[in-house]
């Protein structure tokens, strides 16, 4: 069975400080380890997609990094309006569905 | 990115009713798509998985008679709660993955009461 464990479950930084978000998996036959952002009342929002160790992108002041175990989102300089809650998911080599993560709050304080 | 709708975007409803939801790729022929649950606090979870004219696939623990889904075009998912109560209460949403990326759709509340 998949399992998604994000670190920690909530987190308050100063505007301008930056962080890393976890997320330790495990996975039988990895076929995409997914970020998204999520806010308050509203569907995922696609961010990332990583498929092999080693593998990082990046978007404006977010950078996804991808290990074996592991991923983590760092946020470089984040402002107020990159609080949410950041969504870690899998897709494994049993099915199409992802298995999630119960998610990072993230909240950025001016 | 890829379109989805959702609607209603919220619904409110008396115990022992049926509602429907309706998930429209706008964009795109989705063959496939996928039905996620979200209480409060808690992660998203798959509920079943809808496949364009074939029986959707659904997974442990979830009723199949009560959850009813339907893929009737490939533009288009529908999941209606049948006899609804309040642990029903949750947050639904629609999912399609063109090219291996997994859009979402803007998520239905629905509130038995």
């Known amino acids: 069975e998949d399992q998604v464990t994000q670190s920690p479950e909530a987190l308050r930084l100063q505007e301008g400080e930056s962080s890393s978000l976890n997320c330790s998996y495990t996975v039988s036959g990895l076929r995409g380890l997914f970020w998204y952002r999520q806010d308050p009342g509203k569907g995922p929002e696609f961010l990332f997609t990583?498929?092999?160790a080693g593998e990082e992108k990046e978007k404006e002041r977010l950078k996804a990094t991808l290990t074996k175990k592991e991923s983590f989102l760092h946020i470089t300089a984040p402002k107020p309006e990159d609080s949410a809650t950041y969504l870690c998911?899998?897709?494994?080599?049993?099915?199409?569905?992802?298995?999630f993560g119960k998610g990072t709050h993230l909240i950025i304080q001016p | 990115g890829a379109v989805v709708s959702q609607h209603p975007s919220w619904v409110i409803c008396k115990s022992g009713t049926s509602v429907k939801i309706e998930c429209r790729s706008l964009d795109f022929q989705a063959t496939t798509m996928f039905w996620y649950r979200q209480f409060p606090k808690q992660s998203l979870m798959l509920m079943a998985t809808?496949?364009?004219?074939?029986?959707?696939?659904?997974e442990q623990g979830v009723e199949k008679d009560k959850f009813l889904i339907n893929h009737a075009s490939l533009t288009l998912s529908t999941l209606t709660v049948t006899s609804a109560h309040p642990e029903d209460s949750s947050f639904y949403i629609c999912s399609y993955n063109p090219v291996e990326t997994q859009y979402f759709g803007p998520g239905t509340r629905l509130l038995v009461l």
């Open positions: 998911a899998v897709r494994g080599g049993g099915a199409d569905g992802l298995t």
């Open positions: 990583l498929y092999s």
């Open positions: 809808s496949n364009e004219g074939s029986k959707a696939t659904y």
